[in-house]
T-cell receptor, first 115, second 112 residues
């Protein structure tokens, strides 16, 4: 299993540009999520999905869109990039058994810089 | 959401045991205590979790206080590869189990 994969690893955008961060998992996990991590901070939840066709907002959803058409993929779209979106983005997945024992698997991250 | 409190940083010497504390005084009865760690320039990785009893796995041990208001992650022999930020997170059930709340964690430095 490749686990959770993210592309690209690095990206530089200009203010106002749009782009999609890709995330895929091959573990047949129902739950997937996106976090951002700013320097010296913990991770903050952007959007999450409990299954194909179902998405919801996390703590910091503004400026981001998501969709979940398949179990495997959960892309994150930046509609009009802003310097405040400069961050490292992590995708995660887990089985969603609704239990506190569920553990999450994280991807390697995408480092995004918005000029 | 129940919160956790951890020291900002800790230091250890290689091959010595490390005890990383976490306070969670508002923990609910159904919250599991999870620990994740984040190595430099990598995504977080799961370390261990427990509910009431102490737990051991190949990576670490988790000691949980009898009143569950605190816990301690124990690395029995720290190596340089254990240098990371360690996060203590409460993971509940009933729909909140996937919304992990990450604080700033504890930055562990391991000296050779």
């Amino acid at each position: 299993n490749a686990g959770v994969t993210q592309t690209p690893k690095f990206q530089v955008l200009k203010t106002g540009q749009s782009m999609t961060l890709q995330c895929a998992q091959d573990m047949n996990h129902e739950y997937m999520s996106w976090y951002r991590q700013d320097p010296g901070m913990g991770l903050r939840l952007i959007h999450y999905s409990v299954g194909a066709g179902i998405t919801d907002q996390g703590e910091v959803p503004n400026g981001y869109n998501v969709s979940r058409s398949t179990t495997e993929d959960f892309p994150l779209r930046l509609l009009s990039a802003a310097p405040s979106q400069t961050s490292v983005y992590f995708c995660a997945s887990s089985r969603n058994r609704g239990q506190g024992t569920d553990t999450q698997y994280f991807g390697p991250g995408t480092r995004l810089t918005v000029l | 959401d129940a919160k956790t409190t951890q020291p900002n940083s800790m230091e250890s010497n290689e091959e010595e045991p490390v005890h990383l504390p976490c306070n969670h005084s508002t923990i609910s009865g159904t919250d599991y205590i999870h620990w994740y760690r984040q190595l430099p320039s990598q995504g977080p990785e799961y370390v261990i979790h427990g509910l009431t009893s102490n737990v051991n796995n190949r990576m670490a041990s988790l000691a949980i206080a009898e009143d569950r208001k605190s816990s301690t992650l124990i690395l029995h022999r720290a190596t340089l590869r254990d240098a990371a930020v360690y996060y203590c997170i409460l993971n509940g059930s009933g729909g909140s189990n996937y919304k992990l709340t990450f604080g700033k964690g504890t930055l562990l430095t391991v000296n050779p």
